[in-house]
């Protein structure tokens, strides 16, 4: 059964850095390899957004808000999956969630750019960033 656990989330003040992980269980290394990933953050009030998209042939896309700061990435041999955030603003304050998609459509929408469904999330991990 595949599985996903962030860690690393925490306190940092603004312009510091955070890196949080996204290990998954329950999944070869030649599926891993193969899924499309993402980051995406809520905070109170608000509207769920993607951060972050990792293709299988690690192409990436960023929303605006974070584009040059964050940083998406992944470790085939260890199924984890990073996002390093750079240059912290207060509105980066937000639980992240890891998501992943399996199957073989939405593979194909990822590598294409269009709408994901993403089948696997993560518990979320809390980052606070302070002014």
Known sequence: QVQLAESGGGSAQAGGSLR??????????????SYC?????QSPGKQREKVARLTSDVDTSYA?????????????????????????????????????ATGSLERLRCHSG??????????????????
């Open 37 to 41: 990933m993402a980051w995406f953050r």
């Open 114 to 131: 269009l709408k994901v469904d993403f089948d696997y999330w993560g518990q979320g991990t809390q980052v606070t960033v302070s002014a």
């Open 64 to 100: 605006d808000s974070v584009r040059g700061r964050f940083a998406i990435s992944k470790d085939n041999a260890k199924s984890t999956l990073y996002l390093q955030m750079d240059n912290l603003k207060p509105e980066d304050t937000a639980m992240y969630y890891c998501a992943i």
């Open 20 to 33: 949080i992980s996204c290990a998954m269980t329950g999944s070869t290394y030649s599926n891993y390899s």
